[in-house]
């Protein structure tokens, strides 16, 4: 009799172990249980979307179509409240159930609920799903102006894309400081410079006590000082949190995450979790993110997602699966230039803790904390480069003489000048997926991106690498 595999959530951990089943087991039946109402898309991508870079067509990763022909079943707007390990059921809402042989929990991340008066105002808005991001492109020709709430890279992307469109855009923050939890001083500094340039309003030390309405819309914003706030959209949703309602009451050990072992095992042996909600118990870097009341600290990256869900596939099945140490807390591109924070990338310098800062080429920065010897963490700006060494070593907890060796960049060979010096990182220019392109790799070999399955072509000047999709 073949196997049913259940996994709740549709984002790249839940798509990619999904696919992976697939290839594996051909006669297994695979189940796919959602609360978004569209298929598979790159939430990285919904501020392309907002500005009108990418149609909701282009966004949308995989059709329905996709799912038919892989004969996975996807069950849309599908909300699974509780997980009953001992029955092997899953229950729904409406209090059907159903049964699996193994199930995936990919839930991601929920945005901590908004709570003070004002709050369900029409022009309050999420950004954290497809929908939201429908919602606020649909709204736009009403707006002027927009507060952000909060400081994350939800609103950081939101911020961004508001002020791209024309509209007023005013940014609150907490502290004195932009995203303090995240980024180290001098990158916070960075990316208030990157949002006052692109015409975004930083409020320091400035919380919202309530939002204005009238006639059921919102207006505006009152801060706790007092202070009054013009705006037609107000964004919430930078807090974020582990979603791990429906495994409340089941048994399986939680903590701000779900807990699972190097193999993305929870505490039942038939149960895993993968990717945000995931929260390994022996990995580095992920203690500092439970400990956080407010969920500002969780991990969240696309790469590490996908990664796991392939992992978790492979542990569903009952195969040896080699565990690839990362520790990236989160890695984008805003307002032009990427950023990346591994590990306790942030952490200021103390009894025990050294922050090195690295030469690199302009318009860059990278930022090494080391504990006690051993590297702990990094803050990249500007180049991807040094990412996946750095990821590697910060997992590690690789000792300094080691580090300062492995990033080193390495001298092209005589006559060699077609061969990349060093070890690159750069996105799919279809699908996004972070690629890797090894130390001498040859200028015009082809790769295939692991996510989308295209042919590319490695394009090297003896300065500069990139990718080219390759044509018959």
Not at 334 to 362: M, N
Request: proline fraction near 5%; include cysteine.
């Amino acid at each position: 009799m073949s196997r049913h595999f259940v996994i709740i959530g549709n984002g790249a951990a839940g798509f990619r172990a999904a696919k992976a089943l697939r290839r594996a087991d051909s006669a297994a039946r695979i189940s796919i249980f959602t609360q978004e109402r569209y298929p598979f898309y790159l939430r990285r991508q919904l501020g392309d979307f907002l500005t009108g870079n990418l149609t909701l067509t282009e966004l949308i990763f995989q059709s329905r179509n996709t799912y038919r022909r892989e004969r996975i079943d996807l069950f849309l707007m599908t909300r699974i409240t509780a997980v009953d390990p001992a029955a092997h059921e899953v229950v729904f809402a409406s209090g059907e159930r159903v049964r699996y042989d193994r199930l995936l929990v990919a839930t991601g991340t929920d945005a901590v609920p908004l709570d003070i008066p004002g709050a369900a105002l029409d022009g309050v808005v999420r950004f954290d799903t497809l929908r939201g991001a429908i919602a606020v492109r649909r709204a736009l020709d009403q707006v002027r102006r927009a507060a952000v709430l909060g400081a994350g890279l939800v609103g950081l992307k939101l911020a961004e894309s508001l002020a791209s469109r024309g509209v007023g855009v005013t940014q609150l923050i907490s502290g004195d400081r932009y995203w303090p939890e995240m980024l180290d001083e001098a990158a916070s500094q960075s990316v208030e410079a990157m949002m006052e340039d692109a015409g975004i309003a930083l409020r320091r030390n400035a919380d919202a006590r309530a939002i204005i309405g009238t006639g059921g819309s919102c207006i505006g914003v009152e801060t706790a000082d007092g202070k009054l706030l013009g705006a037609e959209l107000v964004a919430t949703g930078s807090r974020r949190r582990p979603a791990t309602d429906a495994l409340k009451g089941s048994g399986i050990d939680l903590r701000r995450g779900v807990c699972v072992d190097s193999s993305l095992r929870t505490s039942d042996p038939d149960v895993f979790a993968a990717g945000d909600v995931a929260e390994p118990t022996d990995a580095p870097g992920f203690a500092d993110a439970s400990t956080e009341p407010d969920g500002n600290r969780t991990p969240f990256c696309w790469q590490r997602a996908w990664a796991q869900g392939g992992q978790a596939a492979a542990g569903m099945l009952d195969q040896a699966t080699p565990t690839q140490p990362g520790a990236v807390r989160m890695r984008t591109n805003v307002f032009g230039r990427e950023i990346t924070v591994i590990g306790a990338g942030h952490l200021p310098e103390g009894e025990g803790r050294e922050a090195v800062q690295l030469q690199g080429p302009p318009d860059t920065y990278r930022r090494l904390v080391f504990e006690r010897g051993r590297l702990v963490g990094a803050t990249i700006l500007g180049t991807g480069e040094s990412v996946p060494e750095l990821d590697r070593l910060v997992a590690e907890g690789a000792a300094r003489e080691e580090v300062e060796t492995a990033i080193e960049p390495a001298e092209a060979a005589p006559g060699d000048a077609a061969r990349t010096p060093q070890t690159f990182a750069r996105h799919c220019p279809i699908c996004a997926a972070e690629l890797v392109i090894r130390c001498g790799a040859p200028a015009g070999s082809q790769i295939r991106c692991r996510a989308c399955s295209t042919s590319l072509v490695i394009q090297w000047d003896g300065e500069s690498l990139w990718l080219e999709v390759s044509r018959p």
